[in-house]
């Protein structure tokens, strides 16, 4: 209980950044568990992809592979390009225990890939920006009539077109409503209670989108398309 | 008591069951001589009865079988003696002999053949046979020539003992582990041996076997020991080598052998052989460790005798190709048992674990050949290398010491490899393992980021799509006043109608009177005239009146347009008669205009 109070004590004192920095320190002293406190009162006042790196390492130090892979997934969206984040999310993912086996096509890979080298916002502002662009030097090519207004109207509308498909990329899987199976092990049941039959054994870290709520209980599915139902507290949703 | 009551039941029972066995109990066996048989060949199906002191014994029932030919039968009846610790055993057996022939082709079944004794029933159990369409080659057991040197004797003559026995002979009691033994099994007999088995195989646990000889015939030599002359078959010979130290035992092994005997009927087709069993003395070999004292590091187990050669397949290698380093151990002894010497790590290098090919003969007794081993060397760079020497220590049991061997060491160089790894990172790298990125650096500020995006980006999409429209509207309003005449005037009329109405009322201000009437009825005309694309001034009062009419202005809107012209004449022609309120006039002319 102490070393909670304290730190409690410290955000409201120091703020997000000194938690953060604080974090860092424990981290460095294998004390990992401190550091996921630290951490987790850094990320109270809003979402920083490095303290979410940092909170997914702590956690997957602990052993909370499906946390771990929260975190990393929030720092992912928010972070696509650090190469960190990315290397440990497949890390940790390496390290589940039910492996995907669903492997996307070679042409769908290099699509998600090229996609999402912007996170959502930055696809969001850069589609506005664009459009706007295009938008402006189309008006001024309707009035002037000047091939080098509707030239830039071109390459601001292509370029606008890539970023909003990267926005809807991840839109798309915000839609979803992906989560991650955050205890050791869980059997999904076919319907929302303890009294139906158990279907499907799924284990820490394991990647489900939530497709429908009722209650306390999640009906969760497979990327294969298998799935069942859980209690919403056997899973962290990531977005 | 019942707790006493148990034990001594079952030891009653025990002893009740040996009892049993002990006394007059028989063994009723059935044997073929091939389980694979061609269709209509003849083979063999005996029926045997053994036991201790046996009585006479009734012909076994032979059951019904359809698929089966019976061809013949014959009966032999042999005494059976084998010595066990110096004990003479006598086990008489009668075999029944029957000559067979299958008509089916497939899977056939001997059933059970029974055989009453004593007044007990026994029975065999059944055999399964393939019969297929060509004979099949079978073993044929050890055939002797009958009779051979030196062995004219038949069974009846002269008793068993100490004339018919297996004799094994271990060249050494006590060795090192890993020093060779030869092994000599002979048969030694006085009698007219006709063929023969392994009743107990051979085997050498606790040993390495080098196969030397095994026979397949008998092939008798003559030997005189204490005047008597035997006929001596060399059975097996082999070299052992001890794996560890401590007493290795060559277990007791047993051979069957067929003695002929004078014949004793002569209706007995098959002649009369009397089947006897001999058994080998049980061996125990005194095993010495190798010494502790003075073992060098390099020892990979050889005892023995040996030279060592070594050689690289190339000097010079291009393009990351591996290079070999061929190490050869030659000489006499344990060559099986060695293992591959260690090349520690040369930085640059990756050696790999060596590819190992024995080439082991025997000669006189001992073993002697080749041990190969090929390193397979891959260059991690490009440059000079060198493989240090190889050292091979071995054991040498004559003079009880450690030898050394050395060779090398052995240089090469390679260029063009594609692996441009440096050779300071090549040297011993070893991934050890993975693990996640270590965390990120201490911050001055966080980011308070929102999930979701932002959305004023999509309101500046909306506002440039304004302006698109805004651009369309203003486009097509300036083609049109190209290309309208009527739409130009209309365009230009409502900022020339407002200048007149922002004069008039200046000219108001100034309270000149006469320029404001007229200022007003000009604007007021003018407008009329842009508004319906009408030549105002030309018309006459009742032409305008018709004209506006026609463009569907409502009458009372014409009728107060009117009045404003007219009192807007009537005061610039009598200045007297000016209206008592400009003011009311101008806001009716302009309510004039806003009407049309």
Request: with cysteine; proline share 6%; charged share 20%.
């Amino acid at each position: 209980m102490g070393p909670l109070a304290w730190l409690t004590v410290l955000a409201l004192v120091l703020g997000p950044v000194q938690a953060y920095n604080e974090g860092n320190r424990l981290y460095a002293q294998k004390d990992y568990a401190g550091a996921v406190r630290a951490y987790e009162e850094a990320l109270r006042a809003g979402h920083d992809p490095r303290a979410h790196y940092n909170l997914g390492n702590a956690l997957f130090r602990t052993g909370k592979i499906g946390e771990a892979i929260v975190h990393y997934r929030r720092a992912y969206y928010l972070a696509p390009r650090d190469h960190d984040v990315a290397t440990n999310l497949a890390f940790a993912r390496a390290y589940r225990l039910d492996k995907s086996t669903a492997s996307p096509s070679p042409l769908a890979h290099l699509a998600d890939r090229t996609l999402r080298s912007l996170s959502r916002s930055e696809a969001a502002l850069l589609a506005g920006v664009l459009f706007t662009l295009a938008g402006l030097a189309f008006s001024a090519w309707i009035v002037w009539r000047v091939r080098l207004l509707g030239f830039a109207t071109g390459v601001c509308a292509l370029l606008g077109l890539y970023a909003f498909l990267a926005q809807q990329l991840w839109a798309g899987e915000v839609a979803e409503r992906p989560a991650v199976v955050v205890v050791p092990e869980v059997s999904a049941a076919s319907g929302p209670g303890d009294e139906f039959k158990q279907v499907l054994l799924l284990h820490d870290g394991t990647e489900v989108r939530v497709r429908e709520t009722r209650g306390e209980w999640a009906l969760v599915q497979l990327p294969g398309g298998s799935g069942g139902w859980l209690e919403q507290s056997a899973i962290d949703r990531v977005y | 008591m019942r707790r006493l009551a148990a034990p001594f039941l079952a030891l009653c029972l025990l002893a009740s069951l040996a009892a049993a066995s002990r006394a007059g109990d028989i063994e009723f066996t059935a044997s073929v001589d091939q389980t694979t048989v061609g269709l209509g060949e003849q083979f063999q199906l005996v029926l045997s009865v053994r036991g201790e002191d046996m009585l006479s014994v009734p012909q076994p029932s032979l059951p019904a079988m359809t698929a089966i030919d019976v061809l013949g039968r014959s009966s032999s009846q042999s005494t059976n003696i084998s010595f066990i610790g110096g004990q003479m055993k006598k086990e008489a057996t009668v075999s029944f002999i029957y000559a067979l022939a299958a008509k089916q082709l497939g899977k056939l079944t001997i059933p059970a053949a029974t055989l009453s004794y004593q007044g007990r029933t026994y029975s065999t159990q059944p055999i399964e046979l393939t019969v297929e369409k060509s004979p099949q080659g079978q073993a044929t057991p050890m055939q002797g020539a009958p009779g051979g040197p030196g062995v004219p004797q038949t069974r009846s003559q002269i008793p068993l003992e100490g004339n018919l026995y297996l004799s094994v002979t271990a060249s050494r009691r006590s060795v090192y582990v890993g020093e060779p033994i030869a092994i000599d099994i002979a048969l030694y007999t006085r009698f007219q041996v006709e063929n023969g088995g392994w009743a107990v195989v051979p085997t050498f646990d606790g040993f390495w076997n080098e196969k030397v000889f095994d026979a397949n015939r008998f092939d008798f030599v003559r030997k005189t020991i204490d005047g008597r002359t035997f006929g001596v078959a060399d059975l097996k010979r082999a070299v052992l080598f001890p794996i560890s130290p401590g007493e290795a035992t060559i277990k007791s092994m047993g051979f069957n052998v067929a003695v002929v005997q004078q014949s004793q009927s002569i209706f007995d087709m098959l002649g009369s052989t009397q089947s006897l069993r001999v058994d080998s003395k049980p061996i125990t070999i005194k095993v010495l460790p190798l010494p502790e004292a003075g073992k060098p590091a390099e020892f990979t187990g050889g005892v023995g005798r040996f030279t060592l050669t070594g050689a690289l397949d190339h000097t010079v290698t291009t393009n990351g190709e591996p290079v070999n380093l061929t190490v050869r151990l030659t000489g006499t002894g344990n060559l099986r048992m060695i293992e591959p010497p260690k090349l520690g790590l040369v930085p640059g290098l990756k050696i790999l674990t060596p590819e190992t090919k024995d080439d082991v003969r025997v000669e006189d007794g001992s073993v002697r050949g080749t041990k190969t081993f090929r390193f397979p060397i891959i260059p991690q760079g490009d440059g000079k290398f060198e493989v240090p020497a190889v050292t091979v220590a071995y054991f040498d049991p004559e003079t009880k010491g450690y030898k050394k061997l050395s060779v090398g060491p052995f240089a090469f160089s390679a260029s063009g490899s594609t692996t441009s790894a440096p050779v300071t990172e090549a040297s011993g790298l070893k991934v050890l393992g993975t693990d996640i990125d270590y965390i990120k650096p201490d911050v001055t500020s966080l980011g308070q980021m929102s999930m979701d995006p932002p959305w004023w980006p999509n309101v500046m999409m909306l506002l440039s799509l304004g302006t698109v429209g805004l651009a369309v509207g203003y486009r097509s309003h300036s083609q049109r006043l190209q290309s309208d005449r009527g739409y130009a005037r209309m365009s230009r009329s409502t900022a020339l109608v407002k200048r007149r109405l922002k004069q008039a009322e200046q000219l108001l201000k100034k309270h000149d009177e006469k320029g404001f009437h007229a200022e007003l009825s000009r604007a007021l005309l003018g407008y009329l005239g842009d508004r319906f694309n009408l030549d105002t001034p030309a018309l006459t009062r009742d032409q305008l009146r018709s004209a506006l009419s026609e463009r569907s202005v409502a009458t009372p809107t014409i009728d107060a347009l009117f009045e404003v012209v007219d009192r807007c004449e009537v005061a610039r022609f009598s200045p007297e008669a000016a209206s008592r309120d400009p003011r009311q006039l101008f806001d009716a002319a302009r309510d004039v205009m806003a009407r049309i």
